[in-house]
């Protein structure tokens, strides 16, 4: 679980995270202390889904039935499919960026090719070709299987953290020191720089809520279901450090260049002659190495699991990944979402509160109502224990889920129509701590519900493992997946 942080972890988003609670108001201090507390909140979800992944080795759109019934379920995987389809998206567009890098650095002159697009598309002839070239880099990485890929997430991990102490050191000895960020004044105060410090650490914890979500995916092939609980100190520690070497090289951007450059490409951007452009070369090329791992390991697996588990009869994995990077790399244009208007990301960003529940309902579903005990090959079974009902719905579940997101919709709204903002009274301050209150609100009505209404045919005494294996290897060469178990005994072919 280490190595899978240390390649999700590291990317340029990560080292940016610090500079939208900078810029609403608060100071490097109060970065710093929501980049560990909402680090630390997502590590509870991160462990209590992780686990169920771990010990009963099924893939989340599996795991999902279980709570959500055969068919609730599947509104579950298309929340967490299209959140995958957005990020996948935004993280190949800035790929992109840091292969223009790459080349201009080598040719300064790629810069300077003709632009033959109109503007309305909203990309110039350099950037689309920047874009084909890293998808296409990008696409048969993509197509390996990850349990092949331990050499290049290993790589990705050398590589980011030694330009990223590089970067911080060129550009303190550049400045003469660490800068003025650390003199910053509060821009706020009283109760509402105490509402931005709750709503700062809850979009730090909101942007892991996809992964708080989905990590069965990744915890099933852990050999060892103690592998999990090392997301606890690693998780938050990774994230402190991108974050201060974000910071520290921010600040020293102001004396060098006037301005702070929180983007650590277009910082790399500035730096021209041999030596700055050799530079360049190393920065673009480890944030490619960094968005193609990112991808692989929180995205693009994620993404095509939750297909096969929508279209088992035509998608395996391999198909699902062709079909995800495709949709996202191009037909979704990235570059259109990027250079959009606020609102939309905005609404992006608004999804965790539709994930938190989610994830909620998942860790109650196990620990509290189930007692760990999950009759595995039911969920397999169309007509098995987890169906609940004809219309194959636990309403359980429907109910704890409009309890965590209705009264979260209105300061979504305000955050995509600022407009409504005061229209919405104390609403706003719900939204505030949108993944704090939803995934404990849902959590709680869903534990009461489910004791006081129990659904006796899905409580079972002791976990049934009976026909199920445990998953350690995927071969995506044929047209199914083929999961084989460990011990020796003899696997077989699923389309999930």
Known sequence: MLGFWFSDAMNAQGWQAPSAILAAGLTWREAVYCIILGSCVCTIPLVLNGMIGARLHVPFPVAMRSSFGWYFSRFAIVVRM????????????????AMTQCIRA??????NIPNHIPASVGITSQQLLSHFIFWTIQFPILLTPPHKLKWFFIFKVVVVFITSIGV????TKKAGGTGDIWNQEYKVDG?????LILSSMSSITGGWATMSTNIPDFTRYLKKDKGVY???PFLPLIQLVLGLFGIISTSCSKVVYGEYIWDPLTLAQQWDGPA??????FVGFSWVVAQIGTNLSANVISCANDLTGLFPKYLNIRRGVVLTTVTAGWIM???KIIHS??????FMSGLGIFLAPIASILAADYWVTKQQHIDVPSLYRRDGRYRYNNAGTNWRAVIAFLVSVVPNLPGMAAQVNPSLANSIGGAKYIYDMFYLYGFTSAFLTYTALSHFFPAHDTLIPATIHDDAVVISAVDYEGDHTVVTEDGGEKGFKNSF
């Open 82 to 97: 299209v959140t995958a389809l957005f990020w996948h998206a935004i993280q190949t567009y800035t790929g992109s960026t």
């Open 106 to 111: 080598i040719w300064p002159s790629y810069l």
């Open 168 to 171: 911080v050191v060129a550009m």
């Open 191 to 195: 109760s509402a720089r105490s509402w």
């Open 230 to 232: 090392w997301q606890i």
């Open 276 to 281: 700055g452009r050799c530079g360049a070369f």
């Open 333 to 335: 244009v990235p570059w």
């Open 341 to 346: 208007a606020s609102s939309l990301l905005n």
